[in-house]
């Protein structure tokens, strides 16, 4: 706490910042909106882009579905009553929404951003999600120190670190994160452009635009009737089966392409593709499935797993360990997020997963159950290993049958 003590007096709110003793070495970044203005394409909002959207909310919903447990880290056993626990099940947000909004806005805007608020003793009493554009970022180049202003919480007052979770996937400085849009800004734009020149093809009756070209000298009253004739019969595309009849022998001549001459589709789902790649998810999550089988859709899932959404669950992870766990408790407790439940697998794959866990000794039948969500049964909590002692003639510890029939038992 003691960068308060330091920091209060030079950067206080917004309109002091000139104020600071030390200016050139103090940076603010305050975060953009979810709109984007790009030069010669206007606002571009990306989530009005299926394959974007849908993108963003696999890998935000996959891993809000994981679940979090605070583990004993000597039994690894879960603390169910830990302060992070009832933070996480009984805030504003559910656990759910505050994970997928976290996860939502590292990809859009590159920043997830929560408020830690904390009880006398210094554990974590509630999680308090920040939107973007409700929060100011201040970095001080010579003393290498950042700090956070939330004003819809705390006022002018400058937050110190450890009371702000701060989740960022990619940077430049390493002090603020950048969203996908910071790097697709040429992808973006041009889906967001074939989009549009879509709605406004088929929103024209699937016309295009041309020429009425007369074979002789028309005055203005004849080429306003010409006009006039033409507008009237296709404005608003040609719903009805309209006929424009015109004189004076005109020549219709198209202007521009078609949108199959221009390969709309095609653009489209190249389109796609493209923004697969910045996402690092495999199309045929996103419905192209050329060529896709069974087999190579849940190689896909399990691409998705490995390369997208365990290193961002490592990322949320670490930050919890470093914000939410008190220093004195950190030898003692540990935030797990529990991948397991989203490696995708068939339940024929499951099943001799666990077989081969139980048959060697691995795991016992009651945690196999457990994983499984069946409850526990009495006398199932050994793990053992299957065995024969041909010296002994014994099978798991016990003697064979024969030998206990020539010890008259």
Request: charged share 25%; glycine share 8%; hydrophobic share 35%.
């Amino acid at each position: 706490m003691g960068l308060f003590n330091r920091k209060k007096q030079e950067v206080k709110r917004d309109t002091e910042v000139q104020e600071v003793q030390q200016p050139e070495h103090v940076t603010r970044y305050s975060q953009q909106g979810r709109t984007f203005s790009l030069a010669n394409y206007g606002a571009v909002d990306p989530e009005s882009i299926s394959a974007f959207f849908g993108g963003v909310e696999l890998i935000s919903n996959s891993i809000a579905n994981v679940p979090i447990y605070v583990r004993d880290k000597a039994t690894l056993d879960p603390v169910l009553n830990h302060p992070i626990m009832n933070a996480l099940k009984y805030g504003r947000l559910s656990k759910f929404n505050f994970i997928k909004q976290l996860v939502h806005d590292i990809y859009l805007t590159g920043n997830g951003i929560a408020y830690i608020r904390r009880d006398q003793n210094g554990d974590v009493k509630e999680l308090v999600y920040c939107p973007p554009g409700t929060y100011t970022i201040f970095f001080n180049e010579l003393t290498r120190e950042v700090y956070y202003q939330i004003t819809f919480i705390t006022g002018s007052r400058l937050l110190d670190p450890s009371n702000v979770l701060h989740i960022f996937k990619n940077s430049k400085n390493g002090v603020t994160g950048l969203g996908i849009m910071s790097y697709a800004s040429v992808v973006v734009p041009l889906a967001s452009a074939a989009d549009k020149s879509a709605l406004e093809f088929y929103d024209a009756g699937g016309n295009i635009n041309g020429v009425l070209q007369g074979k002789r000298q028309l005055d203005t009253e004849a080429k306003m009737e010409a006009y006039n004739e033409w507008t009237n019969a296709f404005r608003g595309g040609n719903k009805n089966g309209n006929i424009a009849v015109l004189g004076n022998d005109f020549e219709y001549k198209q202007v521009g392409i078609s949108q199959k001459d221009a390969q709309q589709l095609e653009t489209r789902e190249f389109n796609v593709l493209e923004i697969c790649r910045y996402l690092n998810i495999s199309p045929v999550l996103l419905g192209i499935r050329t060529g896709a089988t069974y087999s190579n859709i849940e190689q896909a899932q399990l691409d998705l797993v490995i390369h997208t959404l365990l290193p961002l669950i490592e990322l949320i992870e670490e930050e919890f360990n470093r914000k939410l766990i008190r220093p004195s408790q950190r030898d003692k407790f540990v935030v797990d997020f529990d991948e397991d439940k989203i490696m995708f697998s068939d339940k024929q794959s499951t099943a001799n997963y666990l077989t081969t866990l139980t048959k060697n000794g691995v795991i016992s039948i009651n945690e196999a159950r457990i994983s499984l969500g069946y409850s526990e049964k009495e006398g199932l909590d050994e793990n053992f290993i299957p065995y024969t002692d041909i010296n002994q003639n014994t099978i798991n510890g016990k003697q064979g049958q024969e030998d206990k029939e020539e010890q008259g038992e």
